[in-house]
């Protein structure tokens, strides 16, 4: 939305219409852009910063540029085409990674969805009951507070006792349920404010319609609230991601990408290329699930007419 | 019975007041207001800011309750009439949801109360005509200009046929011409349905030229101070010439001194004498 913005203001100058597809072009060209200088920071700084970083009293402040702390640019890119170890018939190592990464991002969509399911839930109860809403907000608010690392083992122990019928917990569940306690919040908060925002005017003339409080929710306050919704589901999406790959670490679940980081962290010292692998496949995972919940943006594009207004 | 119904009044506000309460203590709105509308009137409130004229319009839509007396809209309470939608309303600002298109705009309050969707859109259809915006259906409310929007307001008010249409100051954020405009378009438009109207604003020449009476009210408390009954020929037959004529300007100096308590006064604060 900003960058269409930015891309639309210098063309009013030269009096032509932009077309819609050239502001896109010009927004991923800046996106590119921004990409490259990073990559450029990073060897220009490999290139000209001292050997053992920045050292200031006891704290070094830049990182160290030897190859094992900042390989080349190429080097992780080169290594993620070559196989992931010297076994035989072992795989290549963007494979390896983007298997990891779906699965993790399978979990991470699975947290996301009962995440805002949980959150518009919570903003639906506290728009009906002002008690409820002042009753819950505070504890929401707070639930945010508590360390994950702490609580991801919690977690994890008491999924491991629920047992019902042929309903076996899963590991996975517990990770999803990490990823939902980060996606929720956002989304509680960002629909219980769209939900409070239709104007006086708005509310009255539903009144004199001599309308229910269900109806007021579907016709006025639902549509009403989209605009405040999309960046509360992207920003859910994105904790979503961040959640699940915490919650793999520190509930030591295989498969994942978490569990990567970790293991070629491990390896770094022999092959450092290898350990930037699972971070890049992190970044991806993020892009691609905020890039979903723009897709859905998109869709609902008649109920964001007043974001371009204001 | 048959007198009753012969004698029903589309609204009949007896001997109501109205106290908000505020940090400050009590503000008296409305006091004493007795008023009657008869079916297919075209009625005016006018009064400078404060003397509670959009107020009494909130009663007689039941958006708020008065404090004493009683407001009846077609021989039923003004609650019971909006649970039966016997009345449209049109505010100052539009207030159309930007979501929906015109012709969706002026279908939600025939959704609302469960209209088959065949009897919707021939409904619409025939308002978008009566408004006067064909082509713009499927326009949405941020591609219209002002007046247009508050021609789909007026419109979506109708949706449901009443025989009450209730206006807020609907051309206040119009401009002149514009205005001018619209209200020989409302004219015609409760000409052809046959609508009383109650019409609230702060425009001498405005309320003049659309009404058979003008309630004149004042402030601290809101009561009425005169009704001026408009001897210019019925709402249907008037047009722009009016607006020129002798007997125009006498109504206008008629509610203008009714505004300054029967004094010729030189201005009075808050109304508009354009």
């Given at each position: 939305m900003q960058a269409a913005t930015v891309a639309r203001a210098p063309s009013r100058r030269t009096r032509t219409a932009p077309p819609a597809s050239r502001a896109r072009a010009r927004a991923w060209g800046f996106g590119a852009l921004g990409l490259a200088a990073l990559a450029a920071l990073w060897e220009l700084y490999k290139l000209l910063g001292p050997a053992d970083g920045l050292v200031i009293g006891e704290v070094r402040v830049l990182p160290r540029t030897s190859d094992l702390a900042m390989p080349h640019i190429w080097e992780t890119a080169g290594r993620?085409?070559?196989?992931?170890?010297?076994?035989?018939g072992a795989r290549v190592l963007w494979l390896e990674v983007a298997i990891a990464a779906s699965l993790t991002l399978g979990i991470a969509a699975a947290g996301w969805i009962v995440g805002v399911t949980v959150g518009l839930l919570l903003a639906l109860v506290m728009q009906r009951w002002r008690l409820a809403e002042s009753a819950a907000l505070p504890w929401i608010i707070l639930s945010?507070?508590?360390p994950l690392i702490a609580f991801a083992p919690v977690v994890k122990s008491w999924g491991s006792r629920i047992e019902i019928g042929a309903f076996e917990w899963q590991d996975w569940m517990s990770v999803a349920v990490i990823a939902s306690y980060l996606a929720f919040f956002p989304v509680a908060v960002g629909a219980l404010k769209g939900f409070q925002s239709p104007d006086r005017l708005h509310l009255e003339l539903m009144r004199s319609y001599s309308v229910g409080w269900w109806q007021t929710m579907r016709y006025l306050r639902i549509p009403a609230a989209v605009p405040y919704l999309l960046p509360a589901l992207r920003l859910a999406a994105a904790n979503a991601v961040v959640g699940a790959v915490v919650a793999e670490v520190s509930t030591g679940l295989q498969g994942g990408i978490g569990r990567l980081v970790i293991q070629y962290a491990g390896q770094a010292s022999g092959?450092?290329?290898?350990?930037?692998a699972p971070i890049l496949g992190a970044i991806a995972l993020g892009l691609i699930a905020a890039g979903s919940v723009a897709l859905m943006g998109a869709l609902a594009r008649n109920y964001r007419r007043t974001e371009d207004a204001s | 019975m048959t007198e009753s119904v012969i004698t029903t009044d589309a609204v009949t506000v007896t001997a109501v007041d109205k106290v908000f309460e505020a940090a400050a203590g009590q503000v008296v709105?409305?006091?004493g207001i007795d008023l009657v509308v008869e079916p297919g009137e075209f009625v005016s409130l006018i009064g400078?800011?404060?003397?509670g004229k959009s107020t009494l319009l909130r009663l007689i839509a039941d958006l708020d309750t008065p404090s004493s007396g009683s407001v009846e809209v077609f021989g039923t309470s003004a609650h019971q009439a909006r649970v039966d939608q016997k009345y449209g309303i049109a505010f100052?600002?539009?207030?159309?949801?930007?979501?929906?298109?015109v012709a969706a705009n002026i279908a939600l309050p025939l959704e609302l109360h469960g209209s088959s969707s065949v009897e919707t859109r021939e409904r619409v259809a025939e308002l978008i005509a009566l408004v006067g915006?064909?082509?713009?259906?499927?326009?949405?409310?941020?591609?219209?200009?002002g007046g247009m929007q508050q021609r789909v307001a007026i419109a979506r008010a109708l949706a449901k046929k009443p025989e009450l249409l209730l206006m807020d100051e609907?051309?206040?954020?119009?401009d002149e011409m514009t205005r001018e405009y619209m209200q020989t378009e409302l004219l015609r438009i409760s000409a052809e349905t046959g609508a009383a109207v109650v019409f609230v604003t702060h425009s001498i020449p405005e309320a003049v030229y659309l009404s058979d009476r003008v309630v004149v009210m004042s402030p601290?408390?809101?009561?009425?101070a005169a009704v001026v009954p408009m001897a210019l020929g019925s709402t249907a037959s008037r047009a722009d010439d009016l607006r020129e004529d002798g007997a125009f300007f006498e109504m206008i100096t008629a509610v203008r001194e009714a505004l300054h308590g029967g004094a010729p006064a030189s201005s009075a604060r808050g109304v508009e004498n354009r």
């Open positions: 993620l085409f070559e196989p992931v170890t010297r076994a035989e945010q507070t508590v092959d450092p290329a290898k350990a930037w | 709105a409305l006091s400078p800011s404060g003397c100052q600002q539009a207030g159309l949801l930007p979501w929906r298109s915006l064909d082509d713009f259906g499927d326009r949405y409310p941020d591609e219209l200009s609907p051309f206040g954020a119009l601290r408390p809101g009561r009425i």
